[in-house]
C-alpha cells in the first residue's frame, strides 16, 4: 500500500494543475461540414462559367487538347458519428494531400501504467487513420465515444511529424481542429568519432533523436513505419544526416557503436534556419550478450533486457532479445550494472554485480502463475457467460483495489463441456477474482496469496478460484423538478461515496484504481421514478443529470445487502445556462478552451463545479450544464497548439490571465457574458 501511496502523493500536483486543464465532457460546438464539393459519380464539382469557350461560343481556334485529369485521393468520409476534422497545408497555406493522419490513445489516460506500457511496443499503436483528401482535409473517428484524452499524429515523408495533443471525442460531436501546418523541420548532421582521435570514424553508429517526453517518443514510434523512430546510422566515415527533426525546442540525441560506449547529449536546441551539428567522441566501451530461455530450452523472443549501471546515476542500456533468444547490448562504460529481464508473461529476472564484457549470460525465465476460475450462480448453477478481470488487494485496507495491468480483462462465453477459464500472467501479489454477469451484482472472490518467500526461486503455481454470484441490492426513488413535479428524463449514475466529480486529480486515477461499487445508470420515467437494481454491496452516490436542470450528488448512500432501499424525493433546481463570446486581446479566435469553475475559496469541495467548453468560429460559447445561482470564475486560453510539452503551461498562464468573475442571480436562466485573453506580448 505505500507504494500506491507514493504515487498518489507524486501525482497530487499535477492534479492541481489539471483542475484548470482537464477536458471534461461538455458540448463541443457543431462542425461545418467539409468543403471539397464531390458529385455522386466521384468527380469534382468543377463550374464552368468561367471557361473561356463557354465566355465566347463564336470563338474558333485549334482544337482543344484535354488533358487526363490527374489521379485524385478522395477525402475520408466519416464512418462513425463522432471524431475530429482539420485540414493540412504547408507553410505557404498549401493544402496537403495524401498525407498519413493517425489518432492516437494518449498514455496520460493512465498514469500508473506508464512504466509497463514504454516496455511494449505495440502500447501506443494507432486507434484510427485516414489519408488527407485534395484540399488537405481529413476526417478521423471512432465508433464509440469514450472519456479519454487523444493526440493526432501527421505523417509526412517532406516535413517533421506534427503532434497534437489534449484531444477529446464528445458522442456525436464532429470537433473541427485549427488548421495544422507542416514545417520542413531541422536538419541534423555531424559525425562520430573515436574519443581523443578525430582522425578515426566510427562507422556503422546509431544516433537516436529522442524528441519529447519518453511516451511521446514510444507513441512516435509506435506509427506504421516509425518503428525505430527518429535514428541514422553512420556512413564509413563516421557522418550521418538527420532531416525533418521536429523542432520544438530541446532534443536529446545519443551515439551508439560495437565496442564503444553509448554518449548521450541533451538539451540539443534545433531551429528550422540552419543546420545543427552535433558530434560526438565515444569512449572505448563494453557489451553484455547472452540468451533468454524457458526452462526446457526453448527460446524466449522480444524480451526486453535492462542493464543498469550501480554506482553512477543514468537511465538503462536496452536490447531485445531475437527468435532464438540471443541479445546483446551495447555501449556500457566500466562497472558493475544490474541487468533485468523482462517479458511478456513469465516472471521478471535480474542479477545483480554483472561486469561488462561477458557475452555468456543466461537468463532462465519461469512462466508467471495461472488461475483457473469456475463461476456459480447464488443457486449453484455454473455461469458460462461473464465479464472476468483480476485485481489486486491490499492487506489491512479491503476497501481498495487495483487494476493488474499484465493481465487485461476478458469476456467469457464456455462452451456445455467445460466449467472453468484459464487465466494465464498472474504476477507476484495478493489478488481477487471481479466477475461481473447480466442479471448479478459485481461480485469478488475470496482473496488469494501469489508471493513467495524472500530469496526463494519463482515457480508456476496454479490456483483454483471459486465465485459465486450475488444478485445485490436496489436503490429506488422520485426525481422532481424545483417545483415539486415528477421529471422524466433525468440520468442517474452510481458513484463511489465521497467521489468529486469534477475533481481532475480523482479523473486521473479513477482508470487505474477501480472501485468496488457498481457503475451502472438508469433513466426517470414518466412519473419520475427510477431503480437502480444489481448493485454491489458497499457505499454509493448517485450523480442525477438532466437537460433542463442542475446536476445534483445525492451521497451517504449503503448497499449492505441483497435488499431494496428507496430514497426521500430527490429535487433538481434548474439553474442558468451561461453563454458569452470569447476573444484575444479583442480578435475574434476560434478553438479557444472557456472553463467555469467555482472559486477557489469555496468552503465545501463537495460542491465544486468545473465545466469547459469550446468557442465556435464566430467567438461564441455555451456551456452544456446549467448552473446553479452564486459566483463563478470564468477562464479562457487557446488549445491545439504545436507544442504539447510546452502547452500546459502556456494554458496555465492564460486562463490565470484571463480570470474574470460572473454571477448567476436566483431565478435568472440565462446568462450573458463576456472573456477577453490578453495578448501574450
Not at 469553475?597 to 455555451?622: H, I, M
Amino acid at each position: 500500500m505505500n507504494r500506491w501511496a507514493g504515487v498518489g502523493l507524486c501525482l497530487l500536483g499535477l492534479g492541481a494543475g489539471l483542475w484548470l486543464l482537464a477536458p471534461w465532457r461538455e458540448t463541443l460546438p457543431p462542425v461545418p461540414p467539409q468543403p471539397t464539393s464531390v458529385e455522386p459519380n466521384g468527380t469534382a464539382n468543377v463550374a464552368t462559367a468561367s471557361s473561356p469557350a463557354a465566355a465566347d461560343p463564336t470563338r474558333t481556334s485549334e482544337p482543344i487538347r484535354v488533358e487526363p485529369p490527374p489521379e485524385r485521393i478522395e477525402p475520408v468520409a466519416p464512418q462513425h458519428a463522432q471524431g475530429l476534422r482539420g485540414v493540412v497545408v504547408d507553410e505557404r497555406a498549401q493544402p496537403l494531400p495524401g498525407r498519413k493522419v493517425f489518432l492516437v490513445d494518449s498514455a496520460a489516460n493512465d498514469p500508473l501504467a506508464l512504466p509497463l506500457l514504454k516496455q511494449q511496443r505495440d502500447a501506443f499503436g494507432p486507434l484510427a487513420s485516414c489519408d488527407t483528401g485534395p484540399d488537405g482535409s481529413f476526417a478521423v473517428g471512432l465508433p464509440v465515444a469514450q472519456d479519454r484524452t487523444y493526440e493526432v499524429y501527421v505523417v509526412s515523408d517532406a516535413h517533421a511529424t506534427a503532434r497534437i495533443s489534449g484531444l477529446r471525442l464528445l458522442p456525436g460531436k464532429w470537433h473541427q481542429l485549427d488548421t495544422i501546418t507542416l514545417v520542413a523541420g531541422a536538419l541534423l548532421r555531424g559525425r562520430v568519432s573515436v574519443a581523443g582521435r578525430d582522425d578515426i570514424p566510427v562507422p556503422n553508429a546509431s544516433i537516436v533523436v529522442e524528441i519529447g517526453t519518453a511516451f511521446a517518443d514510444a507513441a512516435l514510434r509506435a506509427l506504421p513505419g516509425a518503428a525505430s523512430g527518429l535514428c541514422a546510422t553512420t556512413d564509413t566515415f563516421g557522418n550521418y544526416e538527420l532531416r525533418h527533426v521536429p523542432s520544438r525546442g530541446v532534443v536529446q540525441v545519443s551515439a551508439v557503436a560495437a565496442g564503444f560506449a553509448r554518449q548521450i547529449k541533451g538539451n540539443i536546441e534545433v531551429s528550422t534556419t540552419n543546420a545543427v551539428v552535433v558530434d560526438f567522441a565515444l569512449p572505448p566501451g563494453k557489451i553484455l550478450a547472452g540468451t533468454c530461455n524457458f526452462a526446457n530450452g526453448q527460446p524466449v523472443a522480444n524480451a526486453t533486457v535492462e542493464a543498469w549501471p550501480q554506482q553512477a546515476a543514468g537511465g538503462p542500456l536496452l536490447a531485445r532479445s531475437d527468435e532464438q533468444g540471443r541479445f546483446n547490448v551495447l555501449g556500457l562504460l566500466a562497472g558493475l550494472h544490474r541487468v533485468r529481464v523482462v517479458a511478456r508473461g513469465c516472471q521478471p529476472r535480474e542479477l545483480t554485480d554483472v561486469e561488462p564484457g561477458r557475452t555468456d549470460l543466461q537468463f532462465t525465465l519461469v512462466e508467471l502463475s495461472r488461475l483457473r476460475v469456475r463461476v456459480q450462480s447464488d443457486r449453484g448453477e455454473v455461469l458460462r457467460s461473464y465479464q472476468l478481470a483480476l485485481r489486486r488487494v491490499f492487506p489491512g485496507h479491503a476497501d481498495q483495489i487495483a487494476k493488474v495491468l499484465e493481465v487485461p480483462e476478458q469476456r467469457v462465453r464456455l462452451d456445455g463441456a467445460t466449467d472453468t477459464v484459464e487465466v494465464a500472467g498472474v504476477p507476484e501479489g495478493t489478488f481477487v477474482c471481479q466477475v461481473e454477469a447480466e442479471g448479478y451484482a459485481k461480485t469478488l472472490s475470496a482473496p488469494f496469496d501469489n508471493t513467495r518467500p524472500l530469496g526463494s526461486e519463482p515457480i508456476a503455481r496454479t490456483f483454483d478460484v471459486d465465485v459465486t454470484m450475488t444478485l445485490g441490492g436496489t436503490l429506488r426513488g422520485v426525481v422532481l423538478d424545483e417545483r415539486g413535479q415528477p421529471l422524466a428524463g433525468a440520468i442517474l449514475s452510481t458513484q463511489a461515496d465521497g467521489r468529486l466529480p469534477d475533481n481532475p486529480f480523482e479523473r486521473l486515477l479513477a482508470s487505474a484504481l477501480p472501485e468496488r461499487i457498481t457503475a451502472t445508470h438508469t433513466t426517470t420515467a414518466a412519473d419520475g421514478s427510477f431503480a437502480l437494481r444489481h448493485l454491489a454491496h458497499a457505499g454509493y452516490q448517485l450523480l442525477v443529470e438532466h437537460a433542463e436542470a442542475c446536476r445534483t450528488v445525492v451521497p451517504g448512500l449503503k448497499v449492505l445487502a441483497d435488499d431494496t432501499v428507496t430514497l426521500p424525493p430527490i429535487r433538481l433546481q434548474s439553474g442558468a445556462r451561461v453563454r458569452g463570446v470569447a476573444t484575444v486581446a479583442g480578435r475574434i479566435a476560434g478553438q479557444m478552451k472557456v472553463v467555469l469553475t467555482t472559486p477557489t475559496d469555496l468552503a465545501d469541495p463537495k460542491l465544486a463545479l468545473r465545466l469547459e467548453t469550446v468557442t465556435e468560429p464566430d467567438g461564441t460559447f455555451a456551456f452544456a450544464r446549467r448552473v446553479p445561482a452564486g459566483r463563478y470564475d470564468l477562464r479562457a486560453a487557446v488549445v491545439g497548439t504545436g507544442e504539447p510539452e510546452a502547452q500546459i503551461f502556456r494554458e496555465i498562464s492564460q486562463l490565470n490571465r484571463s480570470t474574470t468573475t460572473v454571477t448567476v442571480p436566483t431565478g435568472q436562466h440565462q446568462v450573458e457574458c463576456s472573456i477577453d485573453l490578453p495578448s501574450d506580448h
